[in-house]
């Protein structure tokens, strides 16, 4: 692990003292079309200082809730030994009882921090299918993600949320292999949130989730600054929402794909400001 120039705005807890471990993942080795996100932890980092430490809808004071920030994982070499490097960093933060928050990067990384825990289900928050095999020769890279994590805990265990795109080749493997999703489209029809929140947590069939929320779920209006943007997106706060209603279940988190040469600095607040909320529903359920 390496020292962020700067932490994460009030993750003042020493690693033995916390309950929540932020890790940057600045790695966009697997990037196919605008790439940049290698530079997101730092830009994150930096936009989580805007906020109050007060989350007043969650009545939650981060100011007294021990979050670490453990710096960024070692990215130099190719996927493979990142993907090493943060498994054994993640596992190191879930045996301890910890709960991992990670940041892209590039989504590629999930899969391995997946693997850190038992009997999981995963909600992926994307407007991307993200299940092809492999994508230009590489199979480990960040549009392959839902695909290997359904390999990790089983197609049955794995949701993406908010999809508005993917190959006839995807639609097809999902089809045969049994893969569940949620087009952003039945979203803007049903409009509770709630309604999408039970089916995606009735999907999965496990009590412990982890979500990995690629950030182009956010429509472009909201969050332009990422490596695939694509129109007709969620809202803001219908991800907040979502974030909300699965909180109480949630072991593990991650942000990926911000994309900072492309951003307006919109995209980096909105993920900070996510986090943020992530963090005080999580603190919110487990107190
Ligand atoms: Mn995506
Ligand atoms: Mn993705």
Do not use: W
């Amino acid at each position: 692990m390496r020292p962020a120039p700067l932490a994460f705005a009030d993750a003042r807890a020493d690693l033995q003292g916390a309950e929540f471990v932020i890790f940057g993942v600045p790695f966009d080795g697997t990037s196919t079309f605008r790439k940049g996100s290698s530079l997101a932890p730092e830009k994150i980092r930096e936009a989580s200082y805007n906020f109050e430490t007060y989350i007043f809808e969650q009545d939650i004071d981060l100011d007294d809730v021990p979050v670490h920030d453990a710096g960024d994982v070692e990215c130099s070499g190719g996927v493979k030994e990142v993907l090493g490097r943060v498994r054994d960093f993640s596992s190191e933060v879930a045996d301890s009882g910890k709960i991992p928050v990670a940041i892209g990067g590039d989504h590629s990384f999930t899969p391995a921090v997946v693997e850190s825990f038992d009997d999981i289900g995963v909600v992926i928050l994307d407007a991307h299918l993200d299940f092809r095999d492999s994508y230009e020769g590489e199979g480990l890279g960040h549009a392959c993600t839902t695909r290997r994590v359904s390999e990790v805990v089983g197609i049955d265990h794995v949701i993406p949320v908010g999809v508005r795109s993917f190959s006839r080749e995807e639609s097809t493997d999902a089809k045969d292999l049994g893969l569940s999703y949620i087009p952003a489209s039945e979203i803007f029809e049903k409009k509770l949130m709630a309604s999408t929140a039970r089916k995606a947590l009735s999907f999965v069939e496990r009590s412990d989730i982890y979500l990995s929320i690629d950030m182009d779920v956010v429509d472009p209006a909201y969050a332009p600054g990422v490596g695939n943007p694509e129109p007709f997106g969620l809202t803001a706060d219908q991800v907040r929402e979502l974030i909300d209603l699965l909180g109480s279940r949630l072991v593990g988190v991650d942000f990926v794909e911000v994309s900072p040469p492309h951003d307006c600095g919109t995209t980096a607040l909105l993920t900070a400001r996510l986090i943020r909320e992530a963090i005080a529903v999580m603190k919110k359920a487990h107190r």
